[in-house]
């Protein structure tokens, strides 16, 4: 999955423009939008649709095997019809992973950034243009957001807020670990200051975003220590913020706080993204998951009890080494007793470093299609069951975007599905009240019930 940098109006005048191109998770996306912000902030317009750009900056994900070898095509691409090229920084989990590697194999790199030292950014594209290899992999003890500009809302009525990085759980797949270090939490004060100008800027539903975003712990303005429901609690007393959601979130760090907030506070909304990775507490100790097939039911039933109609979300990753096909069923059989309303599934990839990179009983590639094409027909199946029980229901939907036709916008369900409406004469931003009237797998219709929800 790719994200272009939001697009903005080019500044008037002369100057350099600039583009950041954001693969992979949600963090990433933040971090493009920081990075843009930045570049902003330093002089650099973004670039108009469809122009050539001064500056291209990649940021990257390392999750996928092929991750790396994409970014070396993506640099082969941005060379222009009369040989010139634009600066190219390459940022985020691959520029950290790979290091000095990418400006030796793709010499038309100029800066290698990684995702916890990219607030140098500016420092080292001046570098650049001076003609030096800028590389940065810095891990620093100092937080890069108190480098960054101050928040201010976009075009957008949604944001994402980034409160924790890192992971200490080691799973033992996953390079997290090691391209984003130890995890950190962001105090809370910065993290109030900063909501509050996403809503004073018009941001009325803000996504909490963090590896393990559960884990986020910190003390309030009275020097209490808070867990994210604290967080939560306090965010939902800001005036115009209609809407929070937080992702993603580990089997382990479900406290009965955060639990609890699911059925006590309106706005944090009914879906919880909640990884469980497999269905064999085997395979769960291989991958170092750090938590059973019953603790994981046990959470999903605890926030059922408080909040009846969430929906709950899932990764899962088939042909993990060692992975037999009991193994494989057992995950089929966690899925059905859950029924998900959404879900990633993968393939195991296998991450040079990881200890599962080196591990027996490595499965074979037709054997892990097929598990996969198996796990997608049941999530599918239920993900479209999930969406036909939404039909005739009456609910708020944010307006978020456009739609393919005249009048038609899309915004967001409290369940997180995409709703199409015709609102001939509303806003992106606007809160309105519909009724579900069909259900696809991906997208849901409605009906205007009432315009401006209060």
């Not at 005036?239 to 609890?260: K, V």
Request: proline share 5%; glycine share 10%.
């Amino acid at each position: 999955m790719t994200f272009d940098s939001p697009a903005r109006k080019p500044a008037p005048g002369p100057g350099k423009t600039f583009r950041v191109k954001s693969f992979g998770c949600q963090m990433n996306v933040y971090d493009g939008e920081r990075m843009a912000e930045m570049l902003e902030a330093g002089g650099y317009a973004a670039a108009a649709e469809g122009a050539d750009a001064d500056l291209v900056v990649l940021n990257t994900c390392h999750i996928r095997e092929k991750a790396a070898e994409k970014v070396y095509s993506d640099i082969g691409r941005l060379k222009r019809e009369d040989g010139s090229r634009p600066t190219i920084a390459v940022a985020g989990c691959v520029a950290q992973a790979e290091g000095a590697e990418i400006a030796r194999r793709a010499p038309s790199v100029d800066v290698v950034v990684g995702p916890q030292a990219y607030h140098r950014l500016p420092d080292l594209i001046a570098r650049a243009e001076r003609g030096e290899k800028a590389i940065d992999l810095d891990m620093p003890l100092d937080s890069k957001f108190g480098a960054l500009p101050k928040r201010a809302g976009g075009q957008r009525p949604t944001a994402f807020l980034t409160v924790q990085e890192g992971c200490d759980k080691f799973c033992t797949y996953c390079v997290v670990p090691y391209t984003r270090g130890a995890e950190t939490s962001r105090p809370f004060a910065d993290l109030i200051a900063e909501a509050r100008a996403l809503v004073a800027g018009g941001v009325r539903e803000i996504t909490l975003l963090g590896q393990n975003v559960n884990a986020w712990d910190g003390e309030d303005e009275r020097g209490r220590a808070i867990g994210l429901d604290g967080l939560i609690r306090e965010l939902a007393k800001e005036d115009g913020l209609e809407r929070i959601r937080y992702t993603t979130s580990h089997p382990n760090d479900m406290t009965d706080g955060l639990i609890a907030a699911h059925g006590e506070v309106d706005e944090l909304m009914p879906f919880l993204h909640l990884p469980v990775q497999a269905g064999s507490d085997r395979i769960l100790a291989a991958m170092n998951r750090s938590h059973s097939v019953e603790s994981y039911l046990r959470v999903i039933e605890r926030v059922r009890a408080v909040r009846p109609d969430i929906a709950i979300s899932g990764d899962f990753i088939v042909g993990f080494p060692g992975e037999s096909e009991a193994d494989f069923e057992a995950t089929l059989a966690i899925v059905r007793a859950t029924q998900y309303a959404m879900a990633y599934s993968f393939k195991y990839s296998r991450r040079p470093g990881t200890p599962a990179a080196t591990m027996d009983g490595q499965v074979e590639e037709a054997v892990m299609n097929d598990r996969l094409q198996r796990l997608q027909a049941l999530l599918n199946e239920q993900q479209q069951a999930f969406n036909e029980r939404t039909v005739g229901r009456t609910t708020r939907l944010l307006l978020e975007r456009r739609g393919k036709h005249d009048g038609q916008l899309i915004g967001k369900s409290p369940w997180l599905q995409s709703v199409h409406v015709t609102a001939p004469g509303l806003a992106i931003g606007d809160m309105v009240e519909v009724r579900i009237t069909s259900a696809g797998p991906n997208s849901l219709g409605a009906e205007l019930l009432m315009e401006e929800v209060a």
